[in-house]
């Protein structure tokens, strides 16, 4: 591209920004054509020229996903029979604009044997884990990346597990169902019938006796553990000794099993790395394996505080695919209003869960944790009576929702002591959503808002501006307490919102008190929502909750699709290819989740520098992680 | 603020408003607060007031019907008059195929001599430690065989061996699902047309019809129910030994008609067989 004048391409529409892309890059970029795809190719020798562009030109300014899909066959003895699984790996990027509208998707392509793609992190600071991850996971090198190592698994781990040709410790078939498990389905455990001995590999010349960590070298540098730390400091200055602390992995702060290395100066931070990955159980290989409904339920366990957003969103996705077949039809009205009920009331507890436990991090130890537990009970009864489980809903499907909304919340007593409640669906609801949650909320307003320690302790610490927060993808309430009113449920609307009235929040601050405050606020606005979406239930009582019939392993049309909803942390996207059988697929070709909390801990680093060691604790708070979904 | 407290006062409050209010809610009830179902439903509600904790596990939340703990598989009951423990499950393998985490293990039902398969399940397995409680099998069965159970207690001191349930285990009358589900249960009911299985249901209907009536089940009163409190049987709680006790007589008034069809099937198959080989 020469210097010449660029016109002001922020206010094209999706299709005008592609085509007035390929006009300046005509030998760059060009269609994606493959059947079901949408969005461009890239040749990756200019991959960083057209991201700079996307992002100065065009606008786009917020990277939400990267990530890599392997269209290798996975068993090279018996290759699929699809122009799409071409031997190649591919990476897969979703840009958007602040300011709202469709995604700017362009993929490159690599070689899979000498996988190299130039890295994004100059053009988006956002896409910094998620290229580690496609690293990690997929071996794909991206030169100029500053910190390219793993970051979910550990570094004496035996190949890129998200590889088609990797099989896992008890590999037992490509794809779901297994067929040993009828019509002869004589049970065993897996773990008696281990093909490798023990559920791990290490590389051909790894010596478990010899083992050494590199990442934590710092770390016992720090400890003075054969290294001079008089070295490490800088006797220039005031005489101050620089400390690396290990914070976690076993932390109550760490909201689970996460872990901070932190280079102290005296009090201050110096540097901050987070290391995560303890919980990774990759949940997208499963994914891969499962058939797309198989996936429905795994979902629940990625965010378990919110598991029906969660549903929400992958629904969305497979929904998008089904899109392309012949016989698809959307789901009902009744059902678009459940699942929103369902939405909001999730982004409720959530909330009331994140302020608790940001003032058990602040130090006020479980007494305004129990609090908002307390309320939190009330929505979960109606989860439980309505989904069959308060944490792991499983509630979604793909057309509709699982189940009506019962009339009665009854109970049966079973066990022994069982106490019996009984209340009317409808009823219950009102109360809840007229007078039980907001007086919740003020009340939780009224006792923490004002206090002078939570407001010293968390005014100005953990700042992020509005410009930082948008480089480094920073989603949900975490962006817009930087001041940027980006809200998917606006920006890029779903389901029943277009017709709802409710504002986005924004608070300009950008620090851990901003970020409290914003939570309250969302949850006010979720109590709006709520009270539109009551009449809508009753207006629809009675009417279909599933669209077509309900199938059992449905056959998803081939192509691509990305779903995303605004969940309670954050934006949760769902990219989903279907591939290799041109009749549709069972199971997803490939499954990503693009996870809030992994993603927003990517300014963790930024918000921490400068900040106190007691301070990090109310930062990581202020994020509101949950492991499930960060490690995957 | 002005950094004097006043903030801290006026949170101060709330906390000093929920301990008072635990004890006026004490008082309330004058002693009678725990243990008391009556109680049970306010204070467990929207609108209770102070500490909210159950005293588990001298008393215990009641789970609603469509709660979904580990799945059992539905049997008719021991006191049937027809076909007592009888399973529901034809192994036809959709919930096999539908597990997410792949922990159901069906051995289809063979005949030992035409080797054709036959719609009872040889042996049927679920390793409780992998079953991720989805509900999708209940979900998704056609024959209402397989249910959600609610008893959430299963803890035992050994995984290896107690923790895969055989079929025997697995197995719980009808009765059982009609009294952890009464609402569901007529839903249920209705869709197929009558309180049998599917297949029973079925051929009801045909034999009705050829005596020139239709099949009009009563779907305001279970009959299981009924029979019980007309004292047929004295079945309390569903026992092992009672229901042995009540197996033993009942196997001889198994429908004579049913064993003749389903020999005559049986000898069909074995001809055809013969004259294939």
């Known amino acids: 591209m020469t210097d010449q004048v660029i016109p002001n391409l922020k206010d094209t529409d999706i299709d005008g920004a592609v085509e007035a892309l390929k006009d300046m890059f005509p030998d760059a970029v060009s269609d994606d054509t493959r059947e079901g795809y949408s969005g461009v190719m890239v040749d990756k020798s200019r991959l960083v020229e057209v991201a700079r562009t996307l992002r100065d030109h065009f606008g786009f300014d917020y990277l939400s996903s990267a990530t890599a899909v392997d269209y290798g066959q996975p068993v090279p003895d018996d290759p699929i029979d699809d122009p799409v699984i071409d031997g190649s790996m591919e990476m897969v990027y979703h840009a958007y604009r602040t300011s709202g509208g469709p995604a700017m998707c362009f993929k490159t392509k690599t070689d899979r044997d000498q996988a190299e793609v130039p890295s994004l992190i100059g053009v988006w600071r956002g896409a910094d884990f998620q290229e580690r991850e496609a690293f990690d996971l997929f071996g794909i090198r991206f030169p100029g990346h500053p910190n390219l190592k793993r970051i979910l698994l550990w570094d004496g781990f035996q190949g890129h597990p998200m590889r088609k040709d990797w099989k896992e410790a008890y590999y037992e078939d490509e794809q779901k169902p297994f067929g040993s498990r009828w019509p002869g389905g004589h049970v065993h455990r897996a773990e008696e019938k281990n093909a490798y001995g023990k559920n791990v590999q290490y590389p051909a010349d790894f010596d478990l006796g010899k083992l050494t960590d590199v990442s934590e070298e710092r770390l016992y540098a720090g400890m003075g553990l054969g290294v001079n730390v008089e070295d490490l400091s800088d006797n220039t200055a005031l005489k101050t000794d620089r400390l690396v602390v290990n914070l976690g992995p076993h932390h109550p702060s760490t909201h689970g099993v996460f872990r901070m290395i932190i280079t102290l100066d005296g009090e201050t931070i110096d540097e901050l790395e987070p290391v995560m990955g303890y919980l990774h159980r990759n949940h997208e290989k499963i994914g891969e394996r499962n058939t797309f409904l198989h996936n429905m339920p795994f979902t629940d366990r990625l965010d378990y505080i919110s598991s029906m957003s969660n549903n929400l969103g992958y629904a969305m996705a497979v929904e998008g695919l089904l899109e392309n077949g012949k016989r698809y039809s959307p789901p009902t009205y009744r059902a678009e209003v459940i699942r929103v009920l369902m939405a909001e009331l999730t982004r409720i507890t959530n909330h009331l869960w994140a302020i608790g436990f940001l003032l058990n991090d602040l130090g006020a130890f479980f007494t305004p944790a129990l609090y908002a537990i307390a309320e939190r009970e009330k929505i979960l009864d109606f989860f439980e009576a309505t989904a069959g489980s308060r944490l792991m809903c499983n509630y979604m499907r793909f057309g509709g929702v699982a189940s009506d909304v019962p009339d009665r919340l009854t109970s049966v007593a079973n066990l022994v002591n069982d106490q019996v409640r009984d209340f009317n669906t409808m009823d219950y609801l009102t109360e809840l959503i007229n007078e039980s949650l907001p007086s919740a909320v003020d009340e939780l307003d009224e006792y923490l808002t004002d206090s002078e320690i939570i407001r010293s302790r968390t005014i100005g610490v953990g700042h992020m501006s509005a410009q930082q927060a948008i480089d480094y993808s920073a989603a949900g309430p975490l962006l817009r307490a930087s001041g940027v009113p980006y809200d998917v449920r606006r920006a890029d609307p779903y389901s029943i919102y277009p017709e709802l009235d409710f504002e986005v929040c924004t608070r300009p601050g950008g620090d851990i008190y901003d970020r409290y405050l914003i939570r309250l606020d969302e949850m006010r606005e979720s109590i709006r929502i709520l009270k539109q979406v009551l009449p809508r239930l009753e207006r629809t009582r009675g009417e279909n909750i599933f669209a077509g019939s309900k199938q059992h392993t449905p056959r998803i049309p081939i192509g691509e699709s990305y779903g995303r909803v605004e969940n309670p942390k954050g934006e949760l996207g769902y990219y989903v290819v279907s591939a290799g059988d041109k009749k549709g697929t069972q199971n997803p070709w490939r499954y990503h989740v693009r996870a809030p909390s992994f993603i927003n801990l990517t300014p963790l680093g930024l918000m921490s520098t400068g900040q106190k060691v007691a301070d990090v604790v109310a930062v990581l708070g202020s994020i509101d992680i949950v492991l499930g979904e960060t490690d995957r | ?277």
Request: hydrophobic letters at 35%; aromatic letters at 10%.
């Open chain 2, 1 to 277: 603020m002005n950094g004097m407290g006043t903030g801290i006062l006026k949170g101060l409050r709330v906390t000093l408003k929920h301990f008072v209010d635990t004890f006026v809610d004490d008082m309330k009830y004058a002693g009678n607060k725990y243990f008391n179902q009556d109680t049970f439903e306010e204070r467990q509600g929207l609108s209770g007031k102070g500490i909210y904790t159950v005293q588990y596990p001298e008393e215990k939340i009641a789970v609603p019907e469509r709660f979904r703990f580990v799945p059992f598989l539905v049997v008719n009951d021991y006191d049937d008059p027809v076909a007592p423990g009888d399973d529901w499950c034809t192994s036809c393998g959709i919930c096999a195929k539908v597990c997410p985490p792949q922990c159901i293990w069906i051995v289809r039902g063979e005949d030992p001599e035409t080797g054709r398969p036959v719609p009872q399940p040889e042996a049927f397995y679920i390793d409780i430690d992998i079953c991720m409680n989805c509900g999708f099998c209940a979900e998704f069965c056609p024959f209402d065989a397989i249910k959600m159970d609610h008893d959430y207690e299963l803890a035992s001191y050994d995984r290896t061996g107690e923790h895969i349930y055989d079929k025997e285990k697995l197995s719980k009358e009808f009765s059982y699902w009609y009294s952890i589900a009464p609402s569901r249960v007529v839903e249920e009911a209705k869709d197929r047309g009558g309180w049998e299985h599917k297949d029973v249901i079925k051929e009801k209907k045909k034999a009705a019809k050829k005596g020139g009536a239709a099949y009009e089940p009563d779907f305001s009163v279970y009959p299981g129910e009924v029979r019980r409190e007309s004292g047929g049987v004295a079945l309390a709680e569903g026992t092992a030994a009672v229901a042995e006790a009540v197996e033993a007589p009942a196997e001889e008034t198994v429908d004579e008609d049913r064993l003749e069809r389903a020999q005559m099937l049986r000898q069909n198959a074995l001809e055809r067989k013969r004259a294939r080989s």
